[in-house]
């Protein structure tokens, strides 16, 4: 993960409501604001992606007044990291599932809902469920790479017709749509007998 850190809340509501944020940590105590009230000022100003609340306070009461000021989750200090970071990644992977979910890959604005893909112009890329799903899982990679038999497994499932070959027929095509030049790949590279997403 690339982490964004703020030292209080209205640093942290200004990162969130300017940048491409895919999800929020937010402490509950902050020195200039309750986090509560933070994260309600980030709904009311469009933030859509999930925020988990951080609190050291377990009372029934507390967890409530966090998931009505618009918090996905509540996680009482102290927890383990690994945990935490299972929390983080479910909430990824519902948010990705949204409507709202919107990602940042090279020129492009992908929405995974929508099968779209969008340049600042606004022209408009439309992709199929498998080349969404494709996108979907090396954006997930953080731009390490990912091994075809890995994609086919989880684009496809254990399906045993679909070999390799059929991968790399939807990876051109891909290319095709999305590469200015797609001889000359810069953006979806063939990488370390995979595939990966040139951020």
């Not at 309600?40 to 469009?46: D, L, N, V």
């Not at 992606?49 to 967890?63: C, E, H, N, W």
Request: hydrophobic letters at 40%; a neutral charge.
């Amino acid at each position: 993960f690339d982490v964004l850190q703020a030292a209080n809340a209205n640093e942290g509501i200004f990162s969130a409501t300017t940048q491409r944020i895919d999800l929020v940590l937010l402490d509950v105590d902050m020195p200039d604001m309750d986090g509560r009230e933070a994260c309600k000022i980030m709904r009311q100003k469009g933030v859509r992606a999930p925020v988990i609340m951080l609190t050291g306070q377990d009372g029934d009461s507390d967890t409530i007044l966090g998931l009505e000021s618009g918090a996905n989750d509540y996680v009482t200090k102290p927890f383990k990291f690994s945990v935490l970071l299972a929390r983080v990644r479910a909430h990824l992977r519902s948010f990705e599932q949204s409507e709202d979910a919107t990602f940042k890959i090279g020129p492009y604005e992908f929405r995974p809902a929508m099968k779209l893909l969008m340049t600042e112009e606004g022209r408009k890329v439309r992709l199929t469920e498998k080349e969404t799903n494709i996108l979907k899982y090396l954006y997930r990679a953080g731009g390490k790479p990912v091994a075809r038999d890995e994609l086919l497994s989880e684009v496809w499932g254990y399906n045993a017709a679909v070999t390799t070959h059929t991968l790399e027929t939807h990876i051109y095509r891909l290319r095709q749509k999305v590469e200015p030049d797609p001889a000359h790949a810069r953006l979806l590279l063939t990488d370390a007998g995979g595939y990966r997403l040139q951020p």
